[in-house]
């Protein structure tokens, strides 16, 4: 092999290294977050306020670390559409709907359906002409939405099953879905992550407030205990570094490896809600959850390939 081609694999390697932490990390994060969700429902908080107060906070932190940076979000009828859109699908549609259901079927549930995005995703990608198609990821991709196939299907045979509130759930991903694709295709130009991901959750914040307006539902969160504002603090820096890493991720991985977000935060997440938090193991879990991880190995793996196969080419 020539040394050329050994520097570009080894660029490719490289280059593939920043978004698969990113990855990681985010995922990471996701899984935590549907624990912490589940948990204020505990503790008192309504979702509408549980994620209104902490989108909040995420917003506040990530704007003084763009002021750090000298990257504050721009204002334009461009950028503030981007906002709007972005937000509504990616973080108040979509976080709405996953907390208000989590009291109902559970963290566990939620976190593994948060890793069905990557076919719609995907096929979406191959449409718009954004990924090119290769068997490899697409093998990924399905095998993911196999795995939480399999763990739907088994949560709705349960005999306590809440149809309702398991439909409404599986709406979310495809708001994730959609959001993905949008974020890509009418990212605004010249812009980094750090100036685009405190404008879209300030958007949020702006969009979950309305929400309030609507009867019962509240902001109203109690001063009385230390135990939920300190709960929405933590949840505010998880949303932070969670959308910061996401942007990141779409900047230097694109849709289709940033969908995998939600497989990687279905591990995380499905092991703490059983052992830290007491839920019942949800059925199929070991066929649902091998499959999705092999779903994340492949499409991850397929990528490190492209890359590779892209330095070797020029």
Not at 144 to 150: D, E, I, T
Not at 169 to 181: D, K, Y
């Given at each position: 092999?020539?040394?050329?081609?050994?520097?570009?694999?080894?660029g490719g390697?490289?280059?593939?290294?920043?978004?698969?932490?990113?990855?990681?990390?985010?995922?990471?994060?996701?899984?935590?977050?549907?624990?912490?969700?589940?948990?204020?429902?505990?503790?008192?908080?309504?979702?509408?306020?549980?994620?209104?107060?902490?989108?909040?906070?995420?917003?506040f932190i990530?704007?003084?670390?763009?002021?750090?940076?000298?990257?504050?979000?721009?204002?334009?009828k461009?950028?503030?559409?981007?906002?709007?859109v972005?937000?509504?699908?990616?973080?108040?549609?979509?976080n709405?709907?996953?907390?208000?259901?989590?009291?109902?079927?559970?963290?566990?549930?939620?976190?593994?359906?948060?890793?069905?995005?990557?076919?719609l995703?995907?096929?979406?990608?191959?449409?718009?002409?954004?990924?090119?198609?290769?068997?490899?990821r697409?093998?990924?991709?399905?095998?993911?939405?196999?795995?939480?196939?399999?763990?739907?299907a088994?949560?709705?045979?349960?005999?306590?099953?809440?149809v309702?509130?398991?439909?409404l759930?599986?709406?979310?991903?495809?708001?994730?879905?959609?959001?993905?694709?949008y974020?890509?295709?009418?990212?605004?130009?010249?812009?980094?992550?750090?100036?685009?991901?405190?404008?879209?959750?300030?958007?949020?914040?702006?969009?979950?407030?309305?929400?309030?307006?609507l009867p019962?539902?509240?902001?109203?969160?109690?001063?009385?205990?230390?135990?939920?504002?300190?709960?929405?603090?933590?949840?505010?820096?998880?949303?932070?570094?969670?959308?910061?890493?996401?942007?990141?991720?779409?900047?230097?991985?694109?849709?289709?490896?940033?969908?995998l977000?939600?497989?990687?935060?279905?591990?995380?997440?499905?092991?703490?809600a059983?052992?830290?938090q007491?839920?019942?193991?949800?059925?199929?879990?070991?066929?649902?959850?091998?499959?999705?991880?092999?779903?994340?190995?492949?499409?991850?793996?397929g990528?490190?390939?492209?890359?590779?196969?892209?330095?070797?080419?020029?």
């Open positions: 092999m020539s040394e050329s081609a050994q520097q570009g694999m080894a390697k490289k280059a593939w290294l920043i978004p698969v932490l990113c990855l990681i990390a985010g995922g990471g994060l996701i899984g935590i977050s549907t624990n912490l969700a589940k948990f204020a429902g505990e503790v008192g908080l309504t979702p509408l306020a549980f994620l209104f107060w902490s989108i909040t906070g995420a917003a990530l704007l003084s670390y763009a002021c750090l940076r000298r990257e504050l979000p721009p204002l334009s461009p950028t503030l559409s981007y906002y709007l972005a937000a509504l699908v990616s973080v108040a549609g979509s709405l709907i996953f907390f208000s259901a989590i009291p109902h079927v559970g963290a566990s549930f939620v976190a593994l359906i948060i890793s069905l995005p990557p076919l995703t995907y096929l979406a990608a191959i449409i718009l002409k954004i990924e090119r198609f290769t068997k490899l697409a093998l990924g991709v399905v095998a993911a939405l196999a795995g939480a196939g399999v763990l739907a088994r949560k709705f045979a349960a005999p306590d099953a809440s309702f509130w398991i439909g759930a599986l709406c979310g991903p495809v708001l994730l879905a959609i959001g993905n694709i974020r890509t295709l009418y990212w605004p130009d010249n812009l980094s992550p750090s100036a685009l991901a405190p404008g879209m959750l300030i958007a949020a914040s702006m969009l979950l407030g309305l929400v309030s307006i019962n539902y509240s902001l109203a969160v109690s001063l009385a205990e230390m135990l939920p504002l300190g709960l929405i603090a933590v949840q505010a820096f998880v949303f932070a570094g969670q959308f910061l890493l996401l942007f990141l991720l779409q900047k230097t991985g694109g849709p289709v490896l940033l969908s977000l939600g497989s990687v935060g279905a591990v995380v997440g499905v092991p703490v059983i052992f830290l007491g839920e019942n193991p949800p059925e199929g879990l070991f066929l649902g959850a091998s499959l999705i991880a092999l779903g994340v190995v492949l499409v991850t793996y990528g490190v390939k492209m890359a590779t196969s892209s330095q070797q080419t020029r």
